[in-house]
């Protein structure tokens, strides 16, 4: 499975997100960033050890605006938003699962 469309909606808060395997559906931008998945936001565990991120910055208007999307590889797409976060990678399953499939 690939992602072959990720396109803002003309309200400019939902993504329409369409795979190779013809499933289609939109996610809203607030979906997107309250679940991003990058260890700062959603923490990690490393040898065992379970990191938890604390005193995460409260989200603001720019946190739920979509300024750049770039594939990576084969596997996923990394979001960039207006309050300066980018590290989170999207890969196609976790995207397909917050899109609803």
């Not at 469309?5 to 939902?14: C, E, L, S, V």
């Not at 960033?33 to 990690?44: I, M, T």
Request: aromatic share 10%; glycine share 10%.
């Amino acid at each position: 499975m690939n992602l072959t469309q990720f396109k803002r909606n003309p309200d400019g808060t939902t993504f329409h997100v369409k795979m190779d395997d013809g499933f289609e559906a939109d996610v809203s931008s607030q979906k997107l960033r309250d679940n991003c998945p990058c260890a700062g936001c959603k923490g990690e565990e490393v040898l065992l050890h379970k990191y938890v991120p604390l005193n995460q910055k409260p989200a603001t208007v720019d946190s739920y605006i979509l300024e750049k999307a770039e594939t990576k590889g084969n596997y996923g797409i990394q979001l960039s938003w207006k309050d300066g976060h980018d590290t989170g990678i999207y890969n196609w399953e976790y995207l397909r699962e917050l899109a609803g499939g």
